[in-house]
């Protein structure tokens, strides 16, 4: 099962940041709750990091289409605060949080008692959609996975729409080949940090389009 977790490439480590430091990656959709065994995650993660935690590291948190299925549940979330030693925490240098989506802004709402320690950290840094991560890892450093990258080549972009909901936001609408993705025009609060979300939707996830008149 061990064997098994490791190949999903759940969490690894690969290239370093501009300041030299090792980077590694969680990405998040990869892990299925209730399929996976989270304490194997947590010793898998421990392992990988085992090497590198007793000097400067980062972490690329990859939120890429993340949703209800690969959440943590509240137990296992508050395990992750309790598990590793307190230098590995103070030696993470940065966190780059990439694809924040709505789902992720609710969950970390949800959870705001358990994530008040991260609430406003520097150290906690938002890749907006239209920012980059190669400010702060170069690009042939860069080891995301080739499914998030795909989503930015051969984009159609549509400014100026609405996004109907409870209160409709403004946000503009990239049309690639295989997902469409609705980012908010305006900021909106994570973590205590004012953030863009971007939601993924796969072609084969819609299930309906409706044309309106207007």
Same mark, same amino acid.
Do not use: D, G, K, Q
């Given at each position: 099962e061990f064997k098994a977790l490791k190949t999903l490439n759940i969490f690894y480590q690969a290239g370093t940041s501009k300041a030299g &430091?090792? #980077?590694? @990656? @969680?990405?998040? %959709? %990869?892990f299925k709750t209730g399929q996976i065994n989270g304490d194997l995650l947590i010793y898998h993660v421990? *392992?990988?990091l085992k090497p590198y935690y007793a000097k400067p590291y980062e972490i690329v948190v990859d939120l890429t289409h993340a949703g209800p299925s690969n959440r943590f549940k509240t137990d296992f979330l508050s395990k992750w605060f309790v598990v590793f030693p307190g230098f590995a925490y103070e030696n993470v240098?940065? #966190?780059y949080i990439y694809n924040c &989506?709505?789902?992720v802004r609710e969950y970390t709402k949800y959870h705001e008692r358990l994530l008040t320690g991260l609430k406003g950290s520097k150290r906690l840094i938002f890749i907006d959609p239209s920012g980059k991560l190669a400010e702060h890892i170069d690009h042939d450093q860069q080891k995301l996975p080739a499914a998030t *990258?795909? *989503? /930015? /080549?051969d984009l159609k972009l549509f400014h100026n729409a609405l996004k109907l909901a409870h209160k409709d936001t403004k946000v503009s609408i990239k049309v690639g080949s295989t997902a469409v993705q609705v980012t908010s025009a305006e900021r909106t609060r994570v973590l205590g940090q004012s953030v863009f979300l971007n939601d993924i939707y796969y072609a084969s996830e819609i299930e309906e389009i409706c044309l309106v008149d207007e």
């Open positions: &430091n090792p #980077v590694f @990656y @969680y990405i998040a %959709r %990869r421990l *392992l990988t240098t940065a #966190v &989506n709505s789902w *990258l795909a *989503l /930015e /080549e």
